[in-house]
């Protein structure tokens, strides 16, 4: 029953991810850092440049100022 229960969390995904870009992303948790990565591409492309918001997110940029990644800090208490 535990693992239904763990399933379903990641069902409240779905309709966010209706709303992105139809293609391949990267999803990954550091459990120690408290740190979600989000790469938009995979394989992930380089940043350019970051910018961290006022809410501790880090939006990384590709040399064409598009965003190509989200740095979410402190993930776990959001």
């Known amino acids: ?5 763990d399933a379903l969390k990641y069902l409240k995904f779905l309709p966010i991810l209706q ?3 139809k293609r391949q992303f990267t999803l990954l948790y550091d459990s120690e850092a408290d740190v979600l990565y989000i790469d938009f591409y995979s394989p ?4 350019e ?4 918001t ?11 100022d598009e965003v190509v990644g989200l740095t979410v800090l402190h993930a776990s208490s959001r």
């Not at 029953?1 to 229960?5: D, E, F, G, R, S």
């Not at 809410?55 to 590709?62: A, F, G």
């Open 1 to 5: 029953m535990a693992l239904t229960q």
């Open 19 to 21: 709303e992105l870009p």
């Open 44 to 47: 992930p492309r380089d940043c």
């Open 49 to 52: 440049d970051t910018e961290l």
């Open 54 to 64: 006022d809410d501790d997110i880090v939006i990384r940029y590709d040399t064409l």
